[in-house]
């Protein structure tokens, strides 16, 4: 089974900014995709930005220029920064990783989650 580990969660005042990274471990042949997702208190868990090997980033409309999503494939970790944060956007992140085991199995796996919390 795939592992996440996440990680840089936390207090940020309005405007600030947060970096998250996710680490993903286990009989890994390939990862095709990690991104970020969150779910705020009383909404469904919404997309935040995503990778997919050979393409570039997706993102929400609404972090869109203020997020930025990296990957480091080597080290197989996935990076969030975020930027001019907003109230709003106070929810628990979630890191989500998808590819192949190395017995060719697909595997879809999402990490424990970490707090943001956006407040003065």
């Known amino acids: 089974q795939v592992q996440l580990v996440e990680s840089g969660g936390g207090l940020v005042q309005p405007g600030g900014s947060l970096s998250l990274s996710c680490t993903a471990s286990?009989?890994?042949?390939?990862?095709?995709?990690m991104g970020w997702y969150r779910q705020a208190p009383g909404k469904e868990r919404e997309l935040v930005a995503r990778?997919?090997?050979?393409?570039?980033?997706n993102y929400a409309d609404s972090v869109q220029g203020r997020f930025t999503i990296s990957m480091d494939n080597a080290e197989r970790t996935v990076y969030l920064q975020m930027n001019a944060l907003k109230p709003e956007e106070t929810a628990v992140y979630y890191c989500?990783?998808?590819?192949?085991?190395?017995?060719?199995?697909?595997?879809?796996?999402w990490g424990q989650g970490t707090q943001v919390t956006v407040s003065s």
């Open positions: 990778l997919t090997s050979g393409n570039g980033p």
């Open positions: 286990g009989s890994i042949f390939r990862i095709n995709a």
């Open positions: 989500n990783a998808a590819g192949y085991l190395t017995d060719f199995r697909s595997f879809d796996s």
